[in-house]
Nanobody, 117 residues
Framework: QVQLVESGGGLVQPGGSLRLSCKAS????????MGWYRQAPGKQREWVAK???????SYPDSMKGRFSISRDNAKNTVYLQMNSLNLEDTAVYYC???????????WGQGTQVTVSS
């Protein structure tokens, strides 16, 4: 049974930071691209960051410089460090695993991030 369990969300003030974690089980973590997506109320889900098994990272231009994705293959865990958060970053953040050969995708249940003063 595949499980992606996110944690680390919460309430933060504008300008603050949060670190999200996603622990995977039931998959061969080392052959999965791992990513983060987010969905704000009334908006479509959008891609936030991706990291390959080898550690190569990519971000949409709007996320570069503030967000950083990393992974620990020994712990089957991927992280998202978010800095300089603003009100527009408020969303549910989802962890994603994409198997590199089959392109099978898995999703976590999401963790709420709320940026508010």
């Amino acid at each position: 049974q595949v499980q992606l369990v996110e944690s680390g969300g919460g309430l933060v003030q504008p300008g603050g930071s949060l670190r999200l974690s996603c622990k995977a089980s039931g998959i061969r973590f080392s052959i999965n691209d791992m990513g983060w997506y987010r969905q704000a109320p009334g908006k479509q889900r959008e891609w936030v960051a991706k990291i390959t098994p080898g550690g190569s990272t990519s971000y949409p231009d709007s996320m570069k410089g503030r967000f950083s994705i990393s992974r620990d293959n020994a712990k089957n865990t991927v992280y998202l460090q978010m800095n300089s958060l603003n009100l527009e970053d408020t969303a549910v953040y989802y962890c994603n695993a994409t198997q590199r050969f089959t392109l099978q995708k898995y999703w976590g249940q999401g963790t709420q991030v709320t940026v508010s003063s």
